[in-house]
C-alpha cells in the first residue's frame, strides 16, 4: 500500500521536475539565470497579497476542474466547460441584477441559475449522446461557439445596461447578491492584511464544492455507480447501472458545476456579467483535473500550483524575465503528468498482480492478465 | 529492449529539437536587434519632430527634470510590439525616458488580461510615482487601485475614472476619424469607401465609424461608404485575425471602394495585404487607412505604399505630457480630453500621398476645432 | 424509424471515400446550387454566387480544410487528435519566422514543421505511452500556445519590428493566378445576370480567378489524399490501424509505426493550415490568429464522415458562411437559405413517410421564411453561429450513419488481444 | 486402407496451461486434400491443438510433421509459410475496408509506390473462379454478411498460398443456407487439392462434410473413425464420453413454490436475429435448473434478458409470482435476482477498485452496503471481510484492488458476494469457469448450501460433469431454443450427446 502511494506520488513530482527543467532550459537559452528566476517568483508569491491572489485564481481552476473530473469518472469529456461557464454566468448576472432579493437568498438565486443554466447547456451535449449518439467531445465543442454567439446576442440585444463606460455588462449585482471578501482571515492568524486584493468568498463555496464532489464520488450509491460505469461498463450494466441515465446525469452535474465556474469573479470582484469576463477557464481547468487526477485534494493543488504560476509570472516581467516561461512549465507538466500517470499506473498494476500471484502461487490457475 | 531503447531515443530527440529551436530564437533575436535598431532609431526621431514642436522647447537642458521619477505602464493585450495602441503608449515612454530622464517600468498583461489590477498594483508597490493603464479596460481597476494608493499618480487612457489622483485621458477618436474620412472621401475615384471594424457591440468601434462617416460626407456628400464588422462581442477574434480583415478589405475593394479605413487591431494587417494585392491584381492602385499609430511607419515594407494616411491617436502624446505636467506641476487629475485641438488625434502625412488635399484637410480641422462643425461619436 | 432519415447533409458525405458515389453528390451539389440562385433572385441580392464571395469562400476555407485533412490522418489511424488547433498554432508561428527570414515557400515548410513537431509529441504520449487521446490533445493544446508566446517574446523583440504577440511582416507574397480562358469567359458569363446559368459561371469564376499557388497546392491535397490513403499499400496500411489494429497486426502490419505516421502527417497539415492563414492572409503572425480553426476543422471533418471529399465540403459550410458574413448586405438571405433548405428536407422526408419529422422540418422552414419575410437584417451573431449549428444538426441527424474508424481513439498495444 | 498422403501429423502432443491439462498426448493425422474434421466438447482441446499447428501456441512435448517434415513453429508467420492457414471463430476484419483490402492488407502487391488493384482484383476473382466462391472485392466488409465474412477469410488464407486450411468452428457463427454454401466452397477447395482441417460439434455436419474424423475429450484422442463407419449418436457418446458424472445423491430439496416463471421468452442479436425463441420454464425454490448445451446457442443472451439487460421482445417473467417483464435490471437485482456473470473481467470485477467496492457492485443500494444515498464503508467492507472468511477468498486484506487476486479467488469473492445477501434467484454462468480444482469444489458447495437453504438456481456451465453433479432439473439449450427437458438421473451420454448437437432435433424432425 505504502509503495503504491508512492508511487502516485512519484509520478507528479517526476513530471513536475521534467516541467521545469524544459523551463530552465528556454530560461537558459535566453540568457537568464533559472535560479534567480524562481527564487524572484517564490519570494513574490509568498506575500500575504500573493496569497490571496493566488487562491483567487485558482478558485475558478478548481471549480472548472471539478466540473471535468466528474465526466472523467465515467470516461465522459466535457470539454465544454468554457461555454458552459460563460452563458451560465451570463444568465446569473442578468437574473441577479435584475431582481431584489434578501441578501442570502439573492446569492442562493444566482448560483442556482448558474448551476442551472450551465446545466441545461451540458444537458444538450448529453441529451444528443444519449439519443443520437452524437460524440460529446464534439458536441460540446459546437456548444462552445454557440455559447459565445448566444451571449453576445443576449448581452448585446437585451441584458446590457447603459452605464456609460465603453464596457457592455448585465444590470450590476446589488450588494444584496454579493459576496464579500475574506481578508479578515489573514490578520485573524496574524499575518498582514492583503493590500488591494480581496480573498474572494466564493472560496468557500468552491471548497464545499470540492467536498462535495468527493463525497459524491467516493461516497455515494451515485458516485460508485458512475466510477463503475466508467471502469467496467459490462460489469456496471450487469450491476443494474442504465448507462443512457449515467451519461445524461453526469453531463448534468458536470454542467451544474461548469456554470459556477465564473461566479467567484462574479459575486466577488466584477458584480456583473461583463464583455472582458475571464475567459479560458475551462479549458484551464481541463489541465488541472488531469493535473489533479479527478482527485478533490490534487486538483486542488493543481489549481493552487496554477494560480502561483500565474500570479509569481508577474513579477518575471517586472524584471524583464520572458513570464511567458510559466506557461510553457504549465503546458510540458500537463503532458508529461499525464504520462508519467500512465506509465505509474502500469508499473503499479503488474506489481500488484505479481506480488499477489506470488503469494497465492499454490492455490491459483494462473495470474491473471492486464487487458486494460 | 531495442524498442524500448528506441523509444527513448525518440523522445531524446525530441528534447533536442526543443533545445535546438529555443536555442536558434535566442541567436536569432540577437542577430536582429542589431540590424533594425537603426531604423526603429530613424522613426521615432521622425515622429517626434512633427508633434512635438510646441512642447518640447522647455526639456532639453542638460540635468533632466524628471530624474527620480519613476512612471510605470500596464499594457492592455498586445502589449508592446503590437504596432497599435500599445505601441503608440510605448513611443510615449520612451519619450519620457529619453527626454525627462524618468525610469520606466513596463508591464503586460495575460492572453487573457485577467490580471491587470494586479499589474497596476505591482507597479505601486515597486514605488512608481505615475502609473499609465493604457486602454478603457482598466477603468475598474484603476479605481480600485487609486483607492488603495492615494499618493500614487495613475492616468487611465480612453476611460473616464473619478478619483483625485487618476487623470482621465480620453481621445477624440470620431474627430481624427473625421479627417482620414474626409481624405478617403477626397481621394476616391469611384465615389466609394469603406470602413472596417474590429468586432461590433463594443460602442468604441463605432465611434471611429461615426466620425469617419461624418468626414466623408463633409467634403463629398454623394460619397458612398461601405462599413463592415469582422466579428460581434464577444468573440473578439475580429482584433485579431487579419485572415478575416483581408477578406472584408477584397471585398470592399471589388465592390468599388478605392479606400478602406480599419478599426480592427491587429486584423489590419489584412486590409493592407489587400489593398496590395487588389492593386497589383487589377492594375489601378487602392488605398488603406491605418489607425492609432502611423502605420505607414510600422508595417513590412512591402505594403507601406499602400497606406494614404493613418488616424493618429496620440497616446504617445497622451503619455508624454501628462508625464512631463507631473514632472513639472505634481500630480495629475480630471479628464484631459485629447482632440484635435491638442493635436491628441490627427492625420499622418508620411509617404506623402496626402500632400495634394492636405489644404483641405486643414480647412476641415479648423473648423472642428473651432466648434464650427461637431463630429458626432455614435 | 429514425435510422432511416437521411439528410441533405449526410447525403454529402461519402460513405467510404470511394468515387463510386459521386454521381449522386454531383446531383445534389447542381441542385444545391439551383437553390442558391433561386434565393439569390428571390431576395435580390447578388452577393451568394458572385465571384467575390467564392473566392473569398475558398481562401477562407483552406485552412479550415488543412486542419480537417490533418484530423482525418491522424483518425484513420486511431487517434483521435483535438490538439489540431495547437498544432495550427505552431503552424502559424513558424510560418511566420521562417517567412520573416527567408520568404512565403520557406514559411509553409516551416509552419509544416513546426506543426509536424506537436504532431510528434502527440503521438509519443498516445501512441507509445498510450496516454488517453484527448487528454494529450488538450495538453498539446496548452503547450504550443504557451511555447509559441514564449518564443514570440524572445525573438519577436520591438526592434525586429514585432512583439510578444505578433511577428515582423514575411518577406515577399506567394503568387496567384488566373485559370487561362476559363476564367475569363466563366467571369463574362457572370456578368450577363441569367439565372442560374451566370450563378454557376460567377462561382467557377470565383474559384479559377486569382487563386494562390498555396490555395492550388492545399486543394490538391485533397484528390492526394485520397489516393494516398485508397490506392497506396501505406494508405491501406494507414486505415487498417485505425478501424482494426489487430487484425493489420496478425497480418504483419506495424500498427505503431502508421500511427506514428498518421499523428505526424496530422500536425504538418494542421502547421500548414496555419502557414496558410500567415503567408497568404495575414503576411504576419499574431497571437490568435487561428481563432479555434482547429477546432472547426475536426468538426468539418466529422461532418465530411472522414472522408478527403466531404471534409472540403464540411470545410466549405465554415469558409461560405464566414464569406458572405464579411459581404455586405448578403446575411439576410441566409433566412431565406434556411428557409428552402428546411422545407426540401421536409418534403424528402415526406416522401420517405417519415411524417413527423416532415412536420417538423416545415414548422422551422416556415419560421424561417416569416423571419426573412418579417425582417430586414439578422444580428450578426446568428450568422456567426450558423455553421455550428449545422455542424451540430448535421451530427444529431446522421450520426448513426457516420462512420467513425472502428478503432478511433482506442488504446491499441502490441500484443494485446482485443 | 487407400491411405492419402499425410501432409499434417501431429504426434504425442502435450500441452499443459497454469493448473489445466489442455493436451495429453493427442494425434492428429491429416492425408492430403482431405476434409478432416476434430470433434469434442467444449474444452476437449480441440482448439489447443491446432493453435500448435499453426504456430501460435508450442506444445511441450510431441511432433508436429508438415508434409513429411519435422517443424518447429514459433509463430504463424512460420505456419503461413509452410502454406498453413488458419480462420478464426471471432474473423479479424476491419469493417470499413472493402473486401480486396481486407484480402490484400499485409501481401499487397504493388505496381510503383500505388496498390495494384487490378492485379489483386484479377487474383481474387481468378482464385474465386478456381474454388468456386463468389465474393465482390469492391464492397465494404460491414455491409456483408457473416457467412460472406467467412469466405474473405478464407480468401485471405488462399490469396497468401495456403494449401492447408484450418477452419475453426467455421459453422457456429452461420446460419442454415449459409453452412450449406461453405461446404459447396470446401468441396471445390478439396478438389483443388486443399487439406481443410476444421473443428466443430455439430455433428450432423460433421458426417455430412468430413472425409476423417478425430475424436477428442479431455485433452486426447479418443478416436479416429470414418464418416461412413459410425453413427451420430455413437459419435455423440464418444464426444460426451461414456461414463458420465452420477448424480449427486443428497435428497432433493426442490419443493412445490415456483420462484422464477419465465413464460415465451424472446429476444433478438443487435442485427436483428433472433438469439432465444419462446424460452419457457419454473425454477422452484430449493431447485438447480442445468442449462446444457454448445456455447454459442443463445447462452449468454438468455442470462441477460432473463436480467433485462437485453430487451425481450416477447414473453413474461415472474418472480414469486410477481411480474417483473417490465423492471430495469436495478429493479430485478433489487427484487432478488443474482448474477454469477460468465466472464469475470468484462461483467464481474472491477479490476482496479478494493474488494469491497466489488462486493457491492450490485448490492450498492441495498444494506448493509448502504444507507439511503450513501455508501456505507463500514457496512461494506464488514460483509466483505464475512465473504472472505465464509467464501475462503485468499486475499491479504478487503483493501486490495481485485485485480490482484487470483482467478480462483477473484471468482469466490463474485459467488461470496452474490450469495452473502441470500437472494430468491440466482443465475449462475459457467461459476467455476477457469479455477482451480480447489476452489471449484468450494463453489460447488457453496451452490449446494444455497439450494438446501432454499435458493432458485438456474445453473449454465459448458462442463457437464458441474451440470450433472448439481443440477435438478437439465434443460438443452439448441440453437436459442430448449429442446429437451431431461432428468440428470437417467441421462445417458448418448440423448445428452444427440440434444446438444442438435442430433435429436434433425431425428424428430425427419
Redesign the interface.
Known amino acids: 500500500m505504502i509503495k503504491k502511494i508512492g508511487l502516485a506520488i512519484v509520478a507528479p513530482v517526476v513530471a513536475f521536475t521534467f516541467a521545469v527543467g524544459v523551463a530552465v532550459l528556454a530560461l537558459l537559452a535566453v540568457g537568464v539565470n533559472p535560479i534567480e528566476a524562481f527564487g524572484l517568483m517564490w519570494d513574490f508569491a509568498s506575500t500575504p497579497t500573493s496569497v490571496a491572489s493566488i487562491i483567487n485564481r485558482s478558485v475558478p481552476l478548481y471549480v472548472a476542474a471539478v466540473a471535468v473530473a466528474i465526466g472523467f469518472q465515467m470516461k465522459l469529456f466535457n470539454i465544454g466547460v468554457e461555454g458552459q461557464y460563460l452563458v451560465a454566468a451570463l444568465f446569473a448576472g442578468w437574473v441577479g441584477g435584475s431582481i431584489v432579493l434578501w441578501a442570502p437568498f439573492h446569492v442562493l438565486v444566482v448560483v442556482l441559475v448558474a448551476a442551472g443554466v450551465g446545466a441545461l447547456w451540458a444537458g444538450v451535449a448529453g441529451l444528443l449522446k444519449v439519443t443520437r449518439g452524437v460524440n460529446e467531445v464534439v458536441a460540446t465543442i459546437m456548444l462552445n461557439f454557440i455559447g459565445f454567439s448566444v451571449i453576445g446576442f443576449f448581452l448585446g440585444n437585451f441584458f446590457s445596461v447603459d452605464s456609460g463606460a465603453l464596457n457592455q455588462s448585465t444590470p450590476p449585482l446589488p450588494p444584496s447578491a454579493q459576496i464579500p471578501g475574506l481578508n479578515w482571515i489573514f490578520t485573524l492568524f496574524g499575518f498582514a492584511e492583503p493590500r488591494g486584493t480581496e480573498l474572494q468568498g466564493f472560496v468557500i463555496i468552491a471548497i464545499l464544492i470540492g467536498i462535495g464532489y468527493h463525497l459524491l464520488v467516493w461516497k455515494t450509491r451515485f458516485g460508485f455507480e458512475l466510477r463503475a460505469s466508467g471502469m467496467n461498463p459490462g460489469a456496471a450494466r450487469m450491476a443494474g447501472v442504465n448507462p443512457k441515465k449515467m451519461i445524461l446525469y453526469t453531463m448534468l452535474i458536470s454542467g451544474g458545476i461548469a456554470g459556477m465556474v465564473g461566479l467567484s469573479t462574479m459575486l466577488g470582484k466584477l458584480h456583473a456579467f461583463t464583455q472582458d469576463f475571464p475567459r479560458g477557464l475551462g479549458f484551464a481547468g481541463i489541465a488541472v483535473a488531469l493535473l489533479g487526477r479527478n482527485n478533490a485534494i490534487g486538483m486542488a493543488l493543481g489549481a493552487l500550483l496554477f494560480g502561483f504560476m500565474e500570479r509569481s509570472a508577474l513579477i518575471l516581467d517586472l524584471n524583464d524575465i520572458p513570464k511567458e516561461v510559466v506557461q510553457i512549465i504549465q503546458g510540458v507538466v500537463v503532458l508529461s503528468v499525464v504520462i508519467a500517470y500512465e506509465v505509474v499506473a502500469r508499473i503499479v498494476k503488474n506489481r500488484e498482480i505479481k506480488t499477489a500471484s506470488d503469494a497465492t502461487q499454490a492455490s491459483t490457475a494462473g495470474p491473471q492478465e492486464v487487458t486494460a | 529492449m531495442r524498442s524500448e531503447l528506441k ?1 527513448r531515443g ?2 531524446l530527440a ?1 528534447l533536442f ?3 535546438l ?3 536558434a ?2 541567436n ?2 540577437d542577430e ?2 542589431a540590424t ?2 537603426a531604423s ?1 532609431a530613424e522613426t521615432t526621431t521622425t515622429t517626434t519632430e512633427a508633434s512635438t514642436a510646441e512642447t518640447t522647447t522647455t526639456t532639453t537642458e542638460a540635468p533632466k527634470p524628471g530624474e527620480g521619477v519613476k512612471v510605470g505602464m500596464a499594457y492592455d ?7 497599435s495602441f500599445n ?1 503608440s503608449a ?1 513611443a510615449g515612454l520612451d519619450r519620457a525616458v529619453a527626454e525627462l530622464g524618468v525610469d520606466a ?1 513596463e ?2 498583461p ?6 491587470r ?3 497596476l ?2 507597479l505601486a ?2 514605488g512608481n510615482d505615475v502609473i499609465f493603464g493604457i486602454g ?2 482598466f ?2 481597476s484603476i479605481a ?2 487609486a483607492a ?2 492615494p499618493d500614487t499618480n495613475f492616468a487611465i487612457i ?3 475614472v473619478d478619483a483625485p489622483n487618476v487623470a482621465s485621458l480620453v481621445f477624440a477618436e470620431h474627430e481624427g476619424s473625421a479627417l482620414v474620412g474626409a481624405a478617403a472621401a477626397l481621394k476616391t475615384q469611384t465615389n466609394t469607401i469603406g470602413f472596417i471594424g474590429g468586432v ?5 468601434i463605432e465611434k471611429f465609424q461615426a466620425g469617419y462617416e461624418f468626414g466623408a460626407k463633409q467634403v463629398n456628400p454623394d460619397v458612398e461608404i ?10 473578439f ?1 475580429g482584433f ?9 478589405a ?2 470592399m475593394y ?2 468599388g471602394a478605392d479606400v478602406v479605413y480599419h478599426a480592427a487591431g ?1 486584423s489590419g ?2 486590409l ?2 489587400a489593398a ?2 487588389t492593386s497589383e ?1 487589377t492594375g489601378s492602385k487602392v488605398w488603406a487607412i491605418g489607425v492609432d499609430s502611423d502605420q505607414y511607419n ?6 507601406r505604399e499602400y497606406i494614404l494616411t493613418s488616424m493618429l491617436k496620440r497616446v504617445d502624446v497622451a503619455v508624454f505630457s501628462t508625464t512631463e505636467n507631473f514632472v513639472l506641476h505634481g500630480q495629475q487629475s480630471g479628464i484631459v480630453v485629447f482632440n484635435l485641438e491638442v493635436d491628441g488625434v490627427g492625420y499622418s502625412t508620411s509617404g506623402g500621398f496626402i500632400d495634394d488635399i492636405t489644404d483641405q484637410l486643414e480647412e476641415l480641422r479648423l473648423k472642428i476645432i473651432s466648434g464650427e462643425l461637431e463630429v458626432p461619436s455614435e | 424509424m429514425t435510422a432511416k432519415i437521411t439528410s441533405l447533409g449526410a447525403g454529402l458525405m461519402e460513405r467510404t471515400g470511394r468515387m463510386s458515389s459521386a454521381r449522386k453528390y454531383a446531383l445534389l451539389f447542381i441542385l444545391g446550387l439551383f437553390v442558391l440562385s433561386l434565393v439569390q433572385l428571390i431576395a435580390g441580392t447578388k452577393q451568394l454566387t458572385a465571384p467575390g464571395t467564392w473566392g473569398a469562400a475558398l481562401r477562407l476555407t483552406v485552412p479550415i480544410m488543412l486542419a480537417a485533412l490533418g484530423g482525418l490522418y491522424s483518425e484513420r489511424s486511431g487517434v483521435i487528435n483535438i490538439g489540431l488547433e495547437g498544432m495550427m498554432i505552431a503552424g502559424t508561428w513558424f510560418g511566420a519566422w521562417a517567412g520573416w527570414q527567408y520568404g512565403p515557400w520557406a514559411g509553409i515548410a516551416f509552419g509544416l514543421i513546426g506543426g509536424a513537431l506537436f504532431g510528434l509529441i502527440h503521438a509519443i504520449a498516445t501512441v507509445t505511452f498510450a496516454v488517453d487521446q484527448i487528454v494529450s490533445g488538450v495538453a498539446i493544446n496548452i503547450l504550443a500556445a504557451g511555447s509559441m508566446r514564449f518564443l514570440s517574446s524572445a525573438l519577436y523583440t520591438a526592434d525586429t519590428g514585432g512583439g510578444a504577440t505578433q511577428s515582423p511582416r514575411i518577406q515577399g507574397f506567394i503568387g496567384t493566378f488566373n485559370v487561362p480562358l476559363v476564367s475569363e469567359w466563366l467571369g463574362a458569363l457572370s456578368d450577363r445576370g441569367w439565372f442560374f446559368i451566370s450563378d454557376v459561371a460567377g462561382i467557377g469564376a470565383g474559384m479559377t480567378t486569382r487563386v494562390s499557388w498555396f490555395t492550388l497546392l492545399a486543394l490538391v491535397l485533397i484528390p492526394a489524399t485520397w489516393w494516398l490513403l485508397w490506392r497506396t499499400v501505406w494508405g491501406l496500411r494507414l486505415r487498417s490501424a485505425g478501424e482494426n489494429p489487430w487484425a493489420a497486426e496478425s497480418l504483419g502490419v506495424p500498427v505503431l509505426r502508421m500511427k506514428y505516421w498518421g499523428v505526424v502527417i496530422s500536425g504538418a497539415l494542421a502547421g500548414m493550415g496555419g502557414s496558410y492563414l500567415v503567408v497568404v492572409q495575414a503576411g504576419i503572425y499574431r497571437e490568435g490568429m487561428t481563432a479555434g480553426r482547429g477546432f472547426i476543422g475536426l468538426g468539418a471533418m466529422i461532418f465530411g464522415n472522414y472522408s478527403p471529399f466531404g471534409l472540403l465540403a464540411g470545410s466549405g459550410i465554415f469558409g461560405y458562411s464566414d464569406a458572405l458574413r464579411l459581404r455586405q448586405d448578403s446575411v439576410h438571405a441566409i433566412l431565406l437559405l434556411l428557409a428552402i433548405g428546411l422545407m426540401m428536407f421536409g418534403t424528402y422526408s415526406l416522401f420517405k413517410r417519415n411524417y413527423q419529422g416532415s412536420a417538423t422540418q416545415g414548422v422551422f422552414a416556415m419560421l424561417f421564411f416569416i423571419w426573412w419575410f418579417t425582417t430586414d437584417d439578422v444580428p450578426g451573431q446568428i450568422v456567426t453561429a450558423t455553421p455550428y449549428i449545422v455542424t451540430l444538426l448535421v451530427l444529431t441527424i446522421a450520426s448513426q450513419r457516420l462512420r467513425f474508424p472502428a478503432a478511433d481513439g482506442v488504446k491499441y498495444r502490441r500484443g494485446e488481444a482485443h | 486402407m487407400n491411405e492419402r498422403q499425410r501432409v499434417v501429423e501431429l504426434v504425442d502432443i502435450t500441452k499443459t496451461f497454469p493448473g489445466v491439462l489442455a493436451n495429453d498426448n493427442a494425434h492428429l493425422s491429416v492425408g492430403l486434400a482431405e476434409i478432416h474434421a476434430v470433434v469434442g466438447e467444449n474444452g476437449a482441446g480441440k482448439s489447443t491443438l491446432v493453435k500448435i499447428l499453426y504456430g501460435m501456441q508450442t506444445p511441450d512435448s510431441g511432433t508436429v510433421r508438415v508434409k513429411g517434415k519435422d517443424v518447429h513453429f514459433r509463430s504463424p508467420k512460420d505456419a503461413i509459410r509452410s502454406g498453413i492457414g488458419m480462420v478464426h471463430q471471432h474473423f479479424m476484419l476491419a469493417d470499413n475496408l472493402t473486401v480486396l483490402e481486407n484480402i490484400i492488407l499485409g501481401a499487397e502487391p504493388t505496381r510503383g509506390i500505388a496498390l495494384d488493384l487490378r492485379g489483386a482484383r484479377d487474383k481474387i476473382l481468378s482464385l474465386c473462379d478456381q474454388y468456386g466462391m463468389k465474393l465482390d472485392p469492391d464492397v465494404l466488409v460491414e455491409e456483408l454478411s457473416i457467412g460472406e465474412r467467412q469466405r474473405i477469410e478464407i480468401m485471405k488464407v488462399l490469396y497468401r498460398g495456403a494449401t492447408i486450411l484450418i477452419l475453426d468452428e467455421p459453422t457456429a457463427v452461420l446460419v442454415p443456407q449459409e453452412v450449406d454454401d461453405l461446404f459447396v466452397s470446401l468441396r471445390e477447395l478439396q478438389a483443388e487439392g486443399v487439406t481443410i482441417i476444421f473443428i466443430s460439434h455439430k455433428l450432423d455436419e460433421v458426417l455430412t462434410i468430413s472425409d476423417a474424423i478425430t475424436v477428442m475429450r479431455a485433452g486426447r484422442t479418443v478416436a479416429s473413425v470414418k464418416p461412413g463407419d459410425i453413427t451420430a449418436r455413437d459419435l455423440a457418446e464418444l464426444m460426451v464420453g461414456s461414463d458420465l458424472p452420477t448424480p449427486d445423491t443428497t435428497v432433493s430439496t426442490v419443493t412445490d413454490v415456483v420462484e422464477l416463471r419465465i413464460v415465451g421468452l424472446t429476444s433478438l442479436h443487435t442485427d436483428g436475429r433472433v438469439a432465444i425463441e419462446d424460452i419457457t420454464f419454473d425454477i422452484h425454490r430449493g431447485e438447480i435448473v442445468g442449462i446444457a448445451g454448445v456455447e454459442g446457442n443463445g447462452q449468454p443472451q438468455l442470462v441477460d434478458t432473463i436480467l433485462g439487460v437485453r430487451d425481450a421482445v416477447a414473453g413474461a417473467l415472474h418472480l414469486a409470482g410477481k411480474d417483473i417483464s417490465g423492471f430495469d435490471t436495478k429493479m430485478r437485482r433489487d427484487e432478488g435476482i443474482g448474477i454469477i456473470p460468465e466472464d469475470r473481467h468484462r461483467q464481474g470485477l472491477l479490476l482496479d477498485s478494493p474488494l469491497w467496492e466489488n462486493a457491492m457492485l450490485g448490492h450498492q443500494s441495498k444494506k448493509p452496503f448502504a444507507r439511503g444515498i450513501w455508501v456505507d464503508r463500514t457496512g461494506a467492507r464488514d460483509i466483505t471481510r464475512e465473504i472472505v472468511e465464509r467464501f475462503d477468498v485468499r486475499t491479504p486484506g478487503v483493501d486490495v484492488n481485485a485485480v490482484a487476486l487470483s482467478g480462483g479467488n477473484q471468482q469466490k469473492l463474485i459467488v461470496g458476494k452474490e450469495l452473502i445477501l441470500d437472494p430468491s434467484v440466482l443465475i449462475a454462468a459457467h461459476p467455476t469457469r477457469g479455477i482451480d480444482v480447489g476452489a471449484q469444489a468450494a463453489v460447488w458447495e457453496e451452490l449446494r448450501q444455497a439450494r438446501r437453504e432454499g435458493m432458485a438456481i438456474l445453473l449454465i456451465s459448458a462442463d457437464l460433469e458441474e451440470l450433472i453433479g448439481l443440477s435438478d432439473t437439465l434443460l438443452v439449450l439448441f440453437d436459442g431454443r430448449i429442446v429437451a427437458k431431461l432428468d440428470p438421473a437417467d441421462v445417458t451420454p448418448k440423448t445428452l450427446g444427440s440434444h446438444m448437437t442438435g442430433v435429436a432435433v434433425e431425428e424428430e424432425a425427419l
Open positions: 523509444r525518440r523522445f525530441l529539437v526543443f533545445a529551436v529555443a536555442a530564437c535566442g536569432g533575436g536582429t536587434t533594425t535598431e526603429t493585450i498586445g502589449g508592446r510590439g503590437d504596432k505601441d510605448a517600468t508591464l503586460e495575460t492572453a487573457g488580461g485577467e490580471d489590477e494586479e499589474n498594483r505591482l508597490e515597486d478603457f479596460a477603468a475598474d480600485a487601485a488603495d494608493f480612453d476611460s473616464v461590433a457591440g463594443l460602442g468604441l461601405l462599413v463592415q464588422y469582422l466579428t460581434e462581442f464577444p468573440d477574434a485579431n485575425d487579419p485572415a478575416k480583415g483581408k477578406e472584408a477584397l471585398a471589388e465592390a491587429g494587417a489584412g493592407f495585404e496590395k494585392e491584381n510600422t508595417v513590412g515594407e512591402e505594403v
